[in-house]
């Protein structure tokens, strides 16, 4: 019984190569479609970079700093919160859920901040 499955699963994989080798071959033959431009015309620009004289990357790097900027004041709020929720309970009697419904959204905006700073 597993002699044909093996057989079986060989056929079959062998037979996903083919095809995926086939597809492959046929995109690679396809001409890509590309208007000529004419010799005195400008090279293609981003709308915004015509606008501002800033590059894409510029632009994305400004809107990141940004949220990084919006996400510490939100997560300054957060922690401020927090703190005070910790001194009015006693957690060694109860752990309150908002305190770790808290906690957690700390932690998910601290691991955002973390991204955008990365790039």
């Known amino acids: 019984m597993f ?3 093996r057989k079986f699963l060989a056929l079959l ?4 190569t083919l095809a995926a080798a086939r597809s492959g071959s ?3 033959q396809a001409k890509p479609q590309s208007r000529p ?4 015309a400008p090279p293609d620009t981003d709308d915004t970079t015509a606008l501002t004289g800033k590059s894409p990357a510029k632009l994305m ?3 990141n700093e940004k949220d990084i900027k919006k996400n510490i004041e939100k997560l300054y709020e957060l922690a401020t919160d927090l703190k005070e929720e910790v ?5 060694s009697k109860v ?3 908002t305190l770790v419904k ?4 700390i932690e998910k905006l601290a691991h955002d901040i973390k991204t955008r700073a990365k790039g």
Do not use: H, I, Y
């Open 95 to 97: 752990l309150s859920l």
């Open 3 to 5: 002699d044909t499955r």
């Open 13 to 16: 994989a062998g037979a996903m």
């Open 37 to 40: 431009q004419p010799p005195d």
């Open 87 to 91: 001194e009015k309970t006693d957690s």
């Open 102 to 105: 808290k906690a957690e959204e």
């Open 26 to 28: 046929v995109r690679a």
């Open 61 to 63: 790097l400004e809107a």
